[in-house]
């Protein structure tokens, strides 16, 4: 099993800066591929980055690329979310996942590929 804690949340206005974090914990082994999605109210859960093992490869949504970048630390147990530009359509409740298949594998973008996710933090972007 994995545990997962994010933290970072929290308000900011429109233009600004927020950055995520995402703690892995148990058998971090299985976190091969780690992602954040997120969902606002009444829609369904978006998307938002991926990052593989080495933290080599990464991949974003359409609506977040040029804005927001993920990165891996070198002990491979904690990712990041740095979220820059933030627009009030930024805000949901963002989710920190993890799966045992490496980036390569199907669909990162996919919430049924990940098999591990955390509690969710609230990010509010006012205009």
């Known amino acids: 099993q994995v545990q997962l804690v994010e933290s970072g949340g929290g308000l900011v206005q429109a233009g600004g800066s927020l950055r995520l974090s995402c703690a892995a914990s148990?058998?971090?082994?299985?976190?091969?591929?780690m992602g954040w999605f997120r969902q606002a109210p009444g829609k369904e859960r978006e998307f938002v980055a991926a990052?593989?093992?080495?933290?080599?490869?990464?991949d974003y949504g359409d609506s977040v690329k040029g804005r927001f970048t993920i990165s891996r630390d070198s002990g491979k147990n904690t990712v990041h979310l740095q979220m820059n530009g933030l627009k009030p359509e930024d805000t949901a409740v963002y989710y920190c996942?993890?799966?045992?298949?490496?980036?390569?594998?199907?669909?990162?973008?996919?919430?049924?590929?990940?098999?591990?996710w955390g509690q969710g933090t609230q990010v509010t972007v006012s205009s």
């Open positions: 996942a993890a799966r045992t298949e490496y980036y390569g594998g199907s669909y990162y973008f996919e919430p049924r590929t990940y098999d591990y």
């Open positions: 990052v593989s093992w080495s933290g080599g490869s990464t």
């Open positions: 148990g058998r971090t082994a299985s976190s091969r591929t």
